[in-house]
């Protein structure tokens, strides 16, 4: 086994294209993370008796304690700016259809609901520009990105992670340049603008990057010289391929997440990292192009994305985060055994030579077991080592 390096000299080797001395392990971000109830049950499995933070109340996810990220031997440490002051946004509980729900309206207009029977992630209810004509979007008010107050105490947080402790830093998910725009919009509507008004696309997509290149403004003059990894994504393909027609995405979605990848790091020299579930073979040659040093989710189980077809093709330009597990059979429904042979099988495609950083495919989710939680993780240090 090659000399111990710590955490944060780990994670960037392997970004870095290198082998370290073991692949670095993630948890806890908006793409990494774990539902709130996998985690209740993680806690318990471990005697642990502690409050459950929620970090992202879309998806349910817990924030990690630092007593769990130790035992799972984890490399990354998460900081996230927040929402604006002005914004005072909240949960609330209506009854409609026959069955209680709660709602949470978001800065953008954006409503996510959760039936009371059923609680376990909030889902898109109601799409602000959904029926708005092309000038009423034009006008459409949007929040300011670079309200300072998003960033407050962001700097001390993050340096403290950096100065006193041996972690990489990491931010959580933003630049979601594209999928706002059907989360605005409505998926349906959205993909129906793309072939009979592309204008209305056009339009929204140029204002959520707007509102991108603001935020990222004045989150790069905080911590641009402090984060080792920038996590960026807009979700691009389904189980079988993409989405909509690439040859819409590259004339109008790109060139707009090109610019804010050459924005990012024209001013950090921080890591990029892209998040896309899916198979996103079709457009992973159009992301190297934009920039994008790192991968992620890494679907194993999409077409066309097995990890040593995916090692032999890109292995030597671009990193791979995720993918350490099949998350749609084995982590939920396998057997601890099955769990660590299929991470074992993994890993040997993925690690030769570095650009690999172990993590499930997506959020672990709320039906996977916390004994293979712990298979999982106890198998990637086993068998991660180089």
Not at 83 to 111: H, K, L, N, P, Y
Not at 136 to 145: A, L, M, S, V, W
Not at 328 to 344: F, I, K, M, S
Not at 358 to 380: C, K, R, S, T, W
Request: overall charge negative.
């Amino acid at each position: 086994m090659k000399p111990s390096l710590t955490s944060r000299e780990r994670l960037l080797n392997a970004l870095n294209l290198s082998e370290p001395d073991r692949v670095p392990l993630d948890l806890g971000g908006n793409q990494t993370g774990i539902h709130r109830v996998a985690y209740q049950r993680l806690i318990e499995r471990l005697g642990l008796d502690e409050p459950i933070a929620i970090m992202d109340l879309v998806q349910q996810l817990a924030q990690p304690s630092e007593a769990v990220l130790e035992r799972l031997r984890i490399d990354t440490r998460y900081v996230w700016a927040r929402g604006a002051a002005s914004f005072t946004g909240g949960v609330v509980t209506r009854q409609r259809d026959g069955r209680t729900w709660q709602d949470f309206t978001d800065e953008f207009g954006i409503t996510w609901s959760m039936p009371a029977d059923a609680p376990l992630y909030f889902d898109l209810s109601h799409s602000p520009l959904a029926g708005l004509s092309l000038e009423q979007i034009r006008q459409y008010p949007f929040p300011k990105g670079d309200d300072p107050t998003r960033f407050e105490g962001l700097r001390e947080r993050a340096l403290t992670l950096k100065r006193e402790t041996p972690y990489a830093v990491v931010s959580g998910i933003s630049g979601v340049v594209y999928e706002f725009c059907w989360y605005l919009r409505g998926l349906e509507n959205l993909f129906a603008d793309m072939l009979t008004q592309p204008a209305v696309l056009e339009t929204i997509i140029d204002r959520t990057l707007e509102f991108w290149l603001d935020w990222f403004r004045l989150f790069l003059d905080e911590v641009g010289d402090v984060v080792d990894v920038i996590m960026i994504g807009d979700d691009l393909a389904g189980q079988t391929g993409p989405l909509f027609s690439p040859k819409i995405y590259r004339a109008i979605v790109k060139p707009r997440q090109q610019q804010l990848v050459h924005y990012i790091k024209s001013r950090s020299h921080a890591k990029l990292w892209y998040h896309s579930c899916g198979a996103i073979g079709e457009y992973i040659p159009d992301l190297l192009d934009n920039g994008v040093d790192v991968l992620n989710p890494i679907q194993i189980s999409a077409r066309g994305m097995e990890p040593t077809r995916l090692k032999a093709q890109y292995g030597g330009r671009v990193a791979f985060w995720g993918g350490g597990v099949d998350s749609q059979h084995v982590l939920p429904r396998g057997t601890p055994a099955e769990v660590r042979a299929n991470v074992r099988q993994n890993l040997d495609a993925f690690k030769p030579g570095g650009g690999y950083v172990f993590n499930n495919v997506h959020n672990i989710q709320a039906d996977v077991p916390p004994e293979n939680v712990l298979a999982m993780y106890d198998a990637a240090h086993e068998f991660g080592r180089y």
